[in-house]
């Protein structure tokens, strides 16, 4: 079985701020983790993925995010927020050979001020 | 590329009534699309897994009878609503999977929202 746990319902941070939302999950094998951003009343859109091998992956419009075993986290982060930014970040996590099933974080919602 | 479509993107529709909602893979092929459902200010749940040529995979507690799933191509699932209730009103997403080397990734539409008056 799996879970994702989303510190922070709410995050908001000042244009230029490094953003930070946190990801922590669980999971009986080595998992694949997801970042997705939803824009209001829209679908998800995947931001950045891991899978195997560098922990730190890269995705897009500048966001990444780092693997980190030990503390079972998989935390997404960007220098300096951007008011497009603003959105509705979800963590999720499949197990290989799961039948690829996402199991979805609650989402956090990111506030980006001037 | 892997643009999934849905249709409608909005629909009001009487209770008692059926609606139908489609889910496209535009740039490739997707033998497992899946249909999520989505309340407000919360996280997508999964409702069922949409296997091409043959019966859809549900979650418990979904009422296979009531969303009925139809995968008929390699580009389309459809998620009917039978005998809509107000209380199936919500946020309906699907996504496709796009089979990669690497890993398959899932590719989401940009949802349905399902009004039932």
């Known amino acids: 079985a799996q879970s994702v746990t989303q510190l922070g319902s709410h995050v908001s941070v000042s244009e230029g701020a490094l953003v930070l939302l946190r990801c922590n999950y669980s999971s009986s094998v080595p998992p694949y983790l997801f970042w997705y951003v939803q824009y209001p009343n829209q679908g998800l859109q995947l931001l950045l993925k891991y899978t195997t091998g560098a922990t730190l992956v890269k995705g897009i419009n500048g966001f990444e995010a780092e693997f980190k075993k030990s503390e079972t986290s998989f935390h997404l982060t960007k220098p300096s927020a951007h008011m497009s930014d603003a959105a509705e970040y979800f963590c999720?996590?499949?197990?290989?050979?799961?039948?690829?099933?996402?199991?979805f974080g609650t989402g956090t919602q990111l506030k980006v001020e001037l | 590329g892997a643009v999934v479509s849905q249709h409608p993107s909005r629909v009001i529709c009487k209770s008692g009534t059926s609606v139908k909602i489609e889910c496209r893979s535009l740039d490739f092929q997707a033998t497992t699309m899946f249909w999520y459902r989505q309340f407000p200010k919360q996280s997508l749940m999964l409702m069922a897994t949409s296997n091409e040529g043959s019966k859809a995979t549900y979650e418990q507690g979904v009422e296979k009878d009531k969303f009925l799933i139809n995968h008929a191509s390699l580009t389309l699932s459809t998620l009917t609503v039978t005998s809509a209730h107000p209380e199936d009103s919500s946020f309906y997403i699907c996504?496709?999977?796009?089979?990669?080397?690497?890993?398959?990734?899932?590719?989401f539409g940009p949802g349905t929202r399902l009004t039932v008056l």
């Open positions: 999720a996590v499949s197990a290989p050979g799961g039948g690829n099933k996402l199991t």
């Open positions: 996504s496709a999977l796009l089979n990669r080397p690497s890993t398959d990734t899932q590719y």
